[in-house]
């Protein structure tokens, strides 16, 4: 899967992160936390913090083990709750929410996959004709949200 991006769903105004099929145009919309959805956007567009945020040091804290993230699952879904698994080296596994363990391999560089069971479930093909209509009001909406965020907003 590749992280497309986040956006804001209209009337909601709830976050979601999109994922869509490498080999295929199917996707995966997954709704998330505003804190999720900061930490996922500012991944995608590479910025960087003088401190680790929550998914790196859990990167690094992983490295100092001696382990390592392999790739990100998402494995599951019930109701609306999507449920992902860290794969780290040594075969080990560990269970995580879907929109942390996004986050996660967008911080360490390693892939993200998506059961079947969760794309037949959950996944749909876009319009042929594009964008559907309000999309860069939807882009331009959250934009403005991310910059409103204060962190102590979340302490």
Do not use: C, K
């Not at 009337?11 to 994922?19: A, G, T, Y």
């Amino acid at each position: 899967m590749s992280v497309l991006g986040v956006r804001v769903e209209l009337p909601s105004n709830q976050p979601l992160v999109l994922l869509e099929e490498v080999d295929s145009n199917r996707r995966l919309p997954l709704w998330i936390g505003a804190p999720e959805a900061s930490a996922i956007a500012g991944y995608l567009q590479g910025l960087s913090s003088p401190r680790p945020l929550t998914h790196d040091l859990l990167v690094a804290a992983v490295a100092a083990l001696g382990s390592r993230v392999e790739q990100v699952r998402i494995v599951s879904v019930r109701d609306t709750t999507f449920h992902a698994r860290l794969d780290l080296a040594g075969g080990q596994a560990v269970d995580a929410r879907a929109s942390d363990a996004i986050a996660v391999a967008l911080a360490s560089g390693v892939p993200v996959y998506a059961s079947v069971e969760v794309l037949e479930a959950a996944g749909f093909e876009p319009d042929p004709e594009g964008e559907p209509e309000g999309a860069e009001e939807q882009v331009a909406e959250f934009r403005q949200f991310l910059d409103d965020i204060d962190p102590e907003d979340f302490s």
